[in-house]
């Protein structure tokens, strides 16, 4: 057991993460309006702040163990959102509880069973199976209660689930009504007008009770180091905002995202699946999109008003973190699970088993004064799977058995060795989301390789294609960058951990999905 003195050397940690986030081409980027996320921002100026970061599979489920385990899906095998897979590999949750950190936990879970009160987190922690609703929980009313402030209430705009049909009438969910969240799921596919303060929305009910802790630990005579996270449910879907963040966005000021027209002639079937009602048939994206585009400017409005109603409440973590005085000695990492296709490649509502930019690339800031020089900004490759192993290094800890991840404390400290000789490619993962589908992704500084079961590859030139307008997997030019590609992701697979051991009720279906690799050495 770690002794107090030694204790006290051993940093705070606190992790924010948000959910389903906008994060690559939109604002800015397109010629629009810049999206104010400027806590977010401010964090990134006080240490570094990555534009090159991914996520590990562009669906919760797999990409939260992840987070958890410093593991691909293929290996921790939670492979879908809600498959439950076993938990026998190490979280880091579990390594710093056993090692005298105070784990606090408040916010979403769907990392597959349990909840974070099962891995050494404290009893005052908020933490519910599965993806769940927080405007339902015992928590929140007793939040609103102390404040005097109404269930939260969204006027629905637009509804992207069919009217009258299942859940949707089942709940109650209307265009041009108001909407109480009450079912167990809090996902509805809309965009709305908050109606109540701002207060009510999640965001800034898990910031309470993150800041009320921050406020016991710092007079905790202990001094015990604890490590305190929040998981946002948002910007997810629905994209819901008070008129305070609506007025930022002028939805005219936002122009046509720039493969909206996108005709996915040669792109893979995976790119076609689309299940919200308005935009499909059948199961599949309707071409030209029936919503024009200045139907598109309005839910982008309501996204990019929740990301900053999101980022004010992240800030209000961080700001009571810092009067309490408890910056120096505290690591700080703000990131999301994965994007958002929102309006992109056709416009799709979000997400799927295809890995364009948009859905795979999230925002990443890390701050540390102890330990990392302020006013970086670094296009390392690095991965959301890097980020438990990061936050057991910073621990002075390891993990138990061997990771896909890596610390990345050696590249924020502007090691030369580490700066020389990071990753020079990164590969990421999907097993399907509602259906099976495998594809993996490797991807370099500037060409990028989607290598997808069963469907057709992908080649793309993110330098002078950075919106994946143009397969180049069957140009012959590029016949070399593609071969050096498939040797990349080979070298990535030889390289990663064995596969879990499964348990027998998953083990057919699991072996069945990882006969990817076999498959691809098949196919090269």
Sequence with gaps: MIVVNEKKKQPN???????HQAYYGHGEMSGGPKILRPNFEKLGKDGVEFTRAYCASPLCGPARRSMLT????????????????????????DILGENGYRNFYFGKWHAGKHTAHKHHCDPSS?????????????EYLEYIKKFNLPPISFFVEKLFWEPEKD???????????????????????????IKTPKETHEAFFLAHLACEKLQELAEDPTQHPFHLRVDFWDPHQPFIATEEYLKLYNPDDIPEYPNFRDDLKNKPESYKTELNYLISKDGKLIQPSPL??????????????????VDEAGGLIINKLDELGLKENTLIIWSTDHGDCVASHGG?????????????????????PKMIP??????????????????????????????????????????????EHWRDDLICETHGHMSNYLARLIVTDRYKYVWNDNDKDELYDLKVDPYEMTNLIDDGKYQAVLEDMKKRLQKWRDSTSDVVELSMIQKKVFVRLNKDWRRLRRKE
């Design 348 to 368: 799709h509502f979000d997400k799927s088993f295809y890995m364009p930019e948009e859905l795979m690339r999230i925002p990443m800031a890390i701050r540390f």
């Design 70 to 93: 410093g593991l691909f899906p293929h290996n921790h095998g939670e492979i879908w959102n809600d498959s439950n897979f076993p938990y026998d590999r190490d979280l880091y949750l």
């Design 167 to 193: 859940i949707t009438a089942h709940y109650g969910i209307k265009e041009n009504e108001l909407y109480t969240p009450t079912w167990d799921w809090s996902a509805s596919h809309s965009i709305g007008t």
């Design 374 to 419: 302020p006013n970086q900004v670094s296009e390392k490759l690095v991965s959301n799977m890097d980020i438990p192993c990061t936050i057991v290094d910073a621990a002075g800890l390891s993990f138990n058995n061997s990771v896909d991840g890596q610390s990345l404390l050696p590249l924020c400290a502007q090691n030369p060795e580490s700066l």
């Design 126 to 138: 908020f933490s519910y199976p599965s993806y769940g609703n927080p405007y339902t929980k015992q």
């Design 292 to 309: 024009p585009w200045s139907e598109w400017q309005k839910v982008l409005q309501y996204n990019y008003a929740q990301q900053t109603l």
């Design 13 to 19: 940690i606190v992790f924010l993460l948000n959910d």
